[in-house]
């Protein structure tokens, strides 16, 4: 199944794709993310997403959770819903069509190295497991469910590890296709 996947991914890899991509992601990360969380401060400067919160223990996701104050948690809660389930999806292509559009072109299609174009896959579906596990906890809450806490905890460090896998590719594409002049790879 992931070979079928990485093979679609190669097939859809155009570069004006992965440009326009490249726009939406620029976009939910540098601008609506980061837009949501200022509206989440609300007048106050400690309280952060808790999908920024790397190795937080659950005392201090619980203690986040109750700073965003009422209001805050539903409004997190929405944003978990929408933009946050839009932003995976376009980082998900915008990385497997750039990893694929670069190894198109630094690798010849038997290397082995080729089937890493779907790691982008894994970001998203601990991304996916980080939203359902934030939007549970915000609608407990004050219930405090320790073991829920502790798979946000997992789920958001094996996303961010997918996440730098997919920049540590991109960078080896990168390589890999400048030595090569950007030519295609038959």
Same mark, same amino acid.
């Given at each position: 199944?992931?070979?079928?996947?990485?093979?679609?991914?190669?097939?859809?890899?155009?570069?004006?794709?992965?440009?326009?991509?490249?726009?939406?992601?620029?976009?939910?990360?540098?601008?609506?993310?980061?837009?949501?969380?200022?509206?989440?401060?609300?007048?106050?400067?400690?309280?952060?997403?808790?999908? =920024?919160?790397?190795?937080?223990?659950?005392?201090?996701?619980?203690?986040?959770?109750?700073?965003?104050?009422?209001?805050?948690?539903?409004?997190?809660?929405?944003?978990?819903? =929408?933009?946050?389930?839009?932003?995976?999806?376009?980082?998900?292509?915008?990385?497997?069509?750039?990893?694929?559009?670069?190894?198109?072109?630094?690798?010849?299609?038997?290397?082995?190295?080729?089937?890493?174009?779907?790691?982008?896959?894994?970001?998203?579906?601990?991304?996916?497991?980080?939203?359902?596990?934030?939007?549970?906890?915000?609608?407990?809450?004050?219930? =405090?469910? =320790?073991?829920?806490?502790?798979?946000?905890?997992?789920?958001?460090?094996?996303?961010?590890?997918?996440?730098?896998?997919?920049?540590?590719?991109?960078?080896?594409?990168?390589?890999?296709?400048?030595?090569?002049?950007?030519?295609?790879?038959?």
């Amino acid at each position: 199944m992931l070979s079928r996947i990485s093979e679609k991914f190669y097939g859809w890899a155009k570069g004006g794709l992965v440009i326009a991509l490249l726009v939406l992601t620029g976009f939910f990360g540098g601008f609506l993310m980061p837009l949501i969380s200022g509206l989440m401060q609300g007048g106050q400067g400690d309280i952060q997403p808790l999908d =920024t919160m790397l190795f937080a223990p659950p005392d201090e996701l619980f203690n986040m959770i109750e700073k965003y104050g009422e209001y805050g948690r539903v409004f997190y809660r929405n944003a978990e819903l =929408t933009a946050d389930i839009a932003y995976p999806i376009a980082y998900l292509f915008f990385f497997a069509l750039a990893i694929s559009w670069l190894f198109q072109r630094g690798f010849a299609p038997e290397n082995p190295l080729r089937k890493f174009n779907v790691v982008p896959l894994g970001a998203w579906f601990f991304d996916l497991l980080e939203n359902l596990a934030i939007v549970f906890l915000l609608s407990v809450f004050p219930s =405090t469910p =320790t073991a829920v806490a502790w798979l946000l905890f997992a789920f958001i460090a094996v996303k961010w590890m997918f996440a730098l896998a997919c920049i540590v590719l991109v960078l080896i594409g990168l390589a890999a296709a400048l030595k090569n002049g950007f030519r295609k790879r038959a």
